[in-house]
């Protein structure tokens, strides 16, 4: 059984870097593709990125493209989002999920973690 948990969220400054983990503590086998979702307030959720288990498929939002880069460890069931340069539209809850095909659509997750809090002040 899948179980995810991130860590790594924070409050920074704009321009600033974080770097968000989310272990599946629950499988000894990563699933086959791991994806980061956010969820600013009074907003839906939105896709950041995705990649399989091999690293070698990747997709990620445009807004990440050249400041958010993804990143997996499979002999310690983790993925990582590394975000540079973030700004203050990119405060919100950021989420990992759990999928069997790489998409962007959040109803391809079949699971997915509590949520860890990124915060980027002005």
Known sequence: QVHL???GGGL??????LRLSCIDSGR???PSVMGWF????GKDREFVGASNRSGGIKISAD???GRFTISRDN???TIYLQMNMLKPEDTAVYYCAASEA???DSTEYFAWGSGTQVTVSS
């Open 5 to 7: 948990e991130e860590s």
């Open 12 to 17: 920074v400054q704009a321009g600033g870097s």
């Open 28 to 30: 000894t086998t990563s």
């Open 38 to 41: 956010r969820q600013a307030p």
């Open 63 to 65: 807004f990440a493209k």
């Open 75 to 77: 002999t310690k069931n």
């Open 102 to 104: 790489i998409s962007r």
